[in-house]
């Protein structure tokens, strides 16, 4: 068993490593692809972030806080403690827990 783990042929000597080292690292910068960006392309960016800023400040605007009610309970886990963490953001009572039927058991999915 000894001999799958043997690491005799292994060179672990310092320069090895560093020379490793600098092989990766000039490699890296070799296979570099990044390129300076143009001043077209700057434009662009800077017109895209404008218009989606302006756009969700109308779309804030428009929505109203139903939807994110209405969200909030379809996204709510099935399970009792689950749902009523994510409706009410506190956990249900112990009594409450020990008390009550299991969904599944009163006709409910």
Do not use: C, Y
């Amino acid at each position: 068993m000894s001999e799958l783990f043997d690491t005799r042929g292994v060179n672990d000597s310092a320069e090895h490593w560093d020379a490793l080292a600098d092989r990766v690292a000039r490699e890296a910068a070799r296979q570099s692809s990044a390129k300076p960006v143009s001043r077209a392309g700057l434009i662009a960016a800077s017109l895209l972030l404008a218009a989606s800023l302006a756009f969700m400040r109308v779309a804030s605007r428009q929505a109203s806080p139903r939807p994110a009610a209405e969200l909030g309970q379809a996204l709510a886990p099935t399970d009792d403690v689950g749902r009523a963490i994510a409706l009410t953001g506190k956990p249900p009572a112990v009594g409450a827990l020990l008390l009550n039927e299991p969904r599944g058991a009163g006709g409910q999915p």
